[in-house]
């Protein structure tokens, strides 16, 4: 069985801050990790950050590893929604 872990997003999770999370998140992909993304703190997310989180989404499920958001703050839910993602990450308004 799968090890699961639940990762929290910065409070303002942009591009001054995406590589540091794409790094995390690709030591859970590369560890076999099923992660749980906890967005309930986000007051601001920027179009990188949500490619970053996109692109993570992709590759766990290539490797069929399991990755959802929860808790996902007004504003998460609004970008995402902007960006036209929220079916992809599974959001639901």
């Known amino acids: 069985m799968a090890e699961s872990t ?3 997003l910065d409070k303002f999770s942009d ?3 995406a ?5 995390k998140l690709e030591s859970y992909l590369n560890g076999g990790v099923s992660v749980a993304v906890d967005a ?6 920027d179009t990188s950050a949500m490619q970053v989180l996109l692109a993570w989404f992709k ?3 290539k ?6 958001i929860i808790n996902p703050s007004d ?3 609004k970008a995402a929604s902007m960006l036209g993602v ?3 990450l599974r959001l639901k308004h």
């Open 6 to 8: 639940t990762y929290q």
């Open 15 to 17: 591009i001054s801050k």
């Open 19 to 23: 590589d540091i999370l794409l790094e």
């Open 40 to 45: 309930s703190q986000v007051e601001r997310i």
């Open 59 to 61: 590759s766990m499920e």
């Open 63 to 68: 490797q069929h590893f399991q990755a959802q």
């Open 75 to 77: 504003p998460f839910l």
């Open 86 to 88: 929220s079916e992809f």
